[in-house]
Every structure is written in structure tokens, then in C-alpha cells.
């Protein structure tokens, strides 16, 4: 595993790609046809029945609890319950990036746009749900690293809302980057110099690591 963000560039297209077919080659297109219909629930009601077992994929878990927040977004329990499942290896974060591809080899047009427009909106949610749950505001910096190897990612801009309202809480979860940790099975992270430098200026609650045009 490499130690710095800048080590871990990718040309975005073929990681993309290699994304998704990773993905696709381990998924059945009832299962994800599921994945959309609980993405697609317009009350909590609908989407309740489709809360998955302990044993269940973190992408299952994922789906919900992006849900979940979205339908009670002042929540603090449903805020707690997406957080703690931003991204902490290598494997999550494979899952996080492969909403925006096809997932099965025949999935439909329709769960293509629910499950993409979710995973668009990822990083929004992490970044509302944290102003409810700043005590996780370690794992949210932390994942910032990783979430900006996407050239397309807006989690930096995502940021600066969350930098100005819970400002002592993401100044302390920064500091506490220090020199980064490497660690096999884990995405390594940003040190404090290198986040306030290339990804955000916590001082003036600035982004740097602004996303690509498409």
C-alpha cells in the first residue's frame, strides 16, 4: 500500500472501467435490481422491509443507509448509521466507486440511473450526515484521501460547509492526519501537510482538490 494520495493516481477511465467489471463479475442482476428498488423508496415505510441481516454485502448496507439518511436527513441514529460505513479499505471503497457503472451484465437502464445518481451522491451525504455526528469526523477527513483519487469527486467542495459549522471538530480530525498511516488492507491516508496543501485549506475552509469538467 502507498503511502501518499499522490501515489495512488489512477488514469480514471481504466480504473473505471476495471471497477466495474471487478463488480459485474460478482453480482446477479436480481440482486442489484433490488439494490434499486430500495435506492428508489420514497418513504421509510417502503424502504424498512429491505433493511439487510448482519450477514448481508456492505453494499447492501450501504444502499440503505444512503437511503435511510435521505428520507430522514435530520435523523441523528440514520446519520450514524451512514457514517459508519464511509469507506475504510480498499474493498469498500471498490463498492463505493462502482455505482456508476453497470453492475450486472444485464442490468437495466433504469437501476443504471438510480444506483449512479446514489453514488453521486455519497459524498453530499457523508457531508451532511457529519454536521449531525461530528464525533466521526476523523473517518470523514480521513476517507477525503482516498474519495479525491476520482478526478469527477466534489467531496472537497462537499466540505466546506462542514469546515464552517463544525470548524474546531474537522481543524482537530486534520491535525490528527499527522504523518498519515499507511497500513496493509487500508487505503493509505493523507498526512496533515499533504491534505492542507492538495485536498483542503482548513484555515479559510477552502477546497484545493477541485473535480475535473466532464
Not at 154 to 161: K, S
Request: hydrophobic share 40%; net charge negative; charged share 20%.
Amino acid at each position: 500500500m502507498l503511502a501518499a494520495p499522490a501515489q495512488r493516481e489512477f488514469p480514471s477511465l481504466i480504473f473505471g472501467l476495471l471497477t466495474c467489471t471487478a463488480v459485474a463479475q460478482n453480482s446477479n442482476c436480481g440482486e442489484i435490481h433490488a439494490l434499486a428498488q430500495m435506492a428508489r423508496s420514497r418513504a421509510i415505510s417502503a424502504l424498512l422491509p429491505h433493511q439487510p441481516a448482519g450477514s448481508d454485502k456492505y453494499r447492501t448496507h450501504l444502499v440503505f443507509a444512503v437511503r435511510l439518511f435521505e428520507l430522514s436527513p435530520k435523523d441523528r441514529g440514520a446519520a450514524d448509521g451512514l457514517l459508519n460505513l464511509i469507506p475504510t479499505n480498499d474493498d469498500q471503497q471498490l463498492v463505493a466507486n462502482s455505482f456508476g457503472g453497470f453492475l450486472c451484465k444485464a442490468e437495466s437502464d433504469s437501476d443504471l440511473r438510480t444506483l449512479s445518481a446514489l453514488g453521486d451522491r455519497l459524498g453530499r451525504d457523508f457531508s451532511k450526515a457529519i454536521l449531525l455526528a461530528p464525533d466521526k469526523m476523523d473517518s470523514y477527513v480521513v476517507y477525503a484521501a482516498e474519495a479525491v483519487q476520482d478526478t469527477h469527486s466534489d467531496y472537497a467542495i462537499q466540505m466546506v460547509p462542514v469546515c464552517r459549522t463544525r470548524h474546531r471538530a474537522f481543524v482537530k480530525a486534520v491535525e490528527n492526519l499527522g504523518a498519515g498511516t499507511p497500513e496493509k488492507g487500508h487505503f493509505a491516508t493523507a498526512s496533515t501537510d499533504w491534505f492542507e496543501k492538495h485536498i483542503f485549506d482548513p484555515d479559510n475552509c477552502r477546497a484545493l482538490a477541485i473535480p475535473e469538467a466532464d
